[in-house]
Every structure is written in structure tokens, then in C-alpha cells.
């Protein structure tokens, strides 16, 4: 996928998978004038290193991720706020009452970076109480780190799909702090909800889309898991469902 056509199809892929979310682009006005520099960030080089090599098929989808919770593990985090202009996104950050909302990360001023990067960076926030309901991927990898707040997640491994039901095997089920890194992809935890138990939360997120150009990227299968069916050998039978039912379900508690 070229650079303007990866552009265009994740704008039009978007609505599909975080059609709650709100979703806004820096200028680049607001940019010079914030506090990111023409400044050389390496991890955010490394990021995008790994990422290219996934896209070329040059590292598995789980190597993506032990690569990418690694290199968070070790970035100093100053750096990472400062990098992705945090207080400027935390002042402007909005609550949505049931959902996330989502603002663009501007990369571009870092040097030794390509003109289009092979991930999409952003910045969650969510009040008390919110979720990033239920759902699952196809075709695609993402990230969360934690900068404030405290929030639980659960994923799960996407064992086989049904028409009506996806079975999947818990793997994952704790608090994550500021500092904690969460992945997904099609072959590792690749089911993941996300609930804010202490507010606000902001996280920083990359979503890389359309891995594989052969086969499809449709955004979010939203399930039930908490009223699944449970099955032998730990399994769960979750009902899929539609996004309007999964925020009234799980949007707020």
C-alpha cells in the first residue's frame, strides 16, 4: 500500500473503528507554537523501524509486539511526553459521557523520520467510569500505553469465529498504571476492553492498519464477553453484537 493510498484508506476506514471516538488533526500552526522541537526522539525511529519490518513481513505480528512492549519499557517517559506534545493534549483533551475520544499525534517535526509513517499515533483520554468497550481486530495491530490515570484491562486469544459468536480464551485480566503497555495483533491478545477506574485517563495509542493488502480490515468486532457462555478448557463463547448495544452495555458504568 503507497503512502497516499494508506492515507486515504484509513480515513476511510476510520468511521468503522472508532466510530464514538472523536477524532481531530493537529495543525501545524498549533504544532510550532507547542512545546515538540526539532528534536531526534529515537524511540519513535525504532517504532517505525518495527513497524515497516511487520508491514514487509520481515517479523512476525507477535515479534511487532514483544519489540514494541519492549522498546516502551525503556523510553524514559519524559521524553515520550514531550515528544508527543502532552500538555498541550491533556489541556484540550474532551470526556465524552459513554466513550473515548482520540486526537491525532503529530510526528512530523521529529527528525530522521519518513514524510508518512507505517503507524497512526494518537492520544486517548477517558473519564471515570468510561470504557473502550469490547472488541476484536482483523488485520491490524495496536498499542496503548498508559501516561495518567488507572485503568483495568482484559483481552483474550480470538480462538475460532461463528456466525453469531466469537470463542475466545481469557489471557490477560489487570490494572494498568501509568507506564504499562497493552498490545493486540491477529496472532497475540487479540480481544481487548479497557475500563477507566481512575479518572481522567489519557493514554497514548498507535494503530497500524491494513497489515496484510490481501485480505480484509474491518474495524471492530464488538462482543459480549461478560454475559459469554462458558465453555470446557476455559473458552468463552461471546455474542457478537452491534456498537450501539456495546457502548450501552459497557460504554459507562
Known amino acids: 500500500m503507497d503512502k497516499l493510498s494508506r492515507r486515504d484508506f484509513f480515513q476511510n476506514s476510520l468511521g468503522s473503528l472508532v466510530t464514538f471516538s472523536l477524532i481531530t488533526s493537529l ?3 498549533q504544532v510550532l507554537t507547542g512545546s515538540v522541537k526539532m528534536l531526534a526522539h529515537k ?4 517504532m517505525e523501524e518495527y513497524t515497516a519490518a ?33 500538555d ?3 489541556k484540550n483533551a474532551v470526556f465524552p459521557e459513554d466513550h ?8 512530523s517535526l521529529i527528525k530522521g523520520l519518513p514524510e508518512e509513517l507505517s503507524f497512526n499515533p494518537y492520544f486517548y483520554a477517558m473519564k471515570k467510569g468510561v470504557a473502550i468497550v469490547p472488541h476484536g481486530h482483523r488485520n491490524m495491530t495496536s498499542m496503548h500505553m498508559m501516561l495518567k490515570g488507572e485503568a483495568h484491562a482484559w483481552q483474550y486469544e480470538r480462538v475460532r469465529d461463528e456466525d453469531k459468536y466469537l470463542i475466545m480464551r481469557p489471557t490477560i485480566d489487570k490494572s494498568l498504571i501509568p507506564g504499562a503497555v497493552s498490545t493486540v495483533s491477529d496472532e497475540k491478545n487479540n480481544i481487548h476492553w479497557f475500563k477507566a477506574v481512575g479518572g481522567p485517563i489519557f493514554m497514548f ?18 462482543i459480549d ?3 459469554g ?5 476455559g473458552l468463552i463463547r461471546a455474542r457478537r453484537i452491534e456498537k450501539e448495544e456495546a457502548y450501552r452495555i459497557y460504554g459507562k458504568s
Open 54 to 86: 511487520m508491514r514487509a513481513a520481515k517479523i512476525k505480528q507477535s515479534e511487532w509486539q514483544e519489540q514494541i512492549e519492549d522498546l516502551l519499557a525503556r523510553v524514559d517517559l519524559k521524553d515520550l511526553l514531550k515528544a508527543i506534545d502532552y
Open 43 to 46: 524511540w519513535v525511529g525504532q
Open 229 to 233: 457462555e462458558k465453555l470446557k478448557d
Open 100 to 107: 473515548e475520544s482520540a486526537e491525532n499525534v503529530d510526528f
Open 225 to 227: 464477553p461478560a454475559n
Open 88 to 90: 498541550r493534549l491533556a
Open 205 to 222: 495509542n498507535i494503530g497500524v492498519f491494513g497489515i496484510k493488502a490481501n485480505e480484509a480490515f474491518t474495524g471492530r468486532d464488538y
Open 27 to 29: 495543525s501545524r500552526a
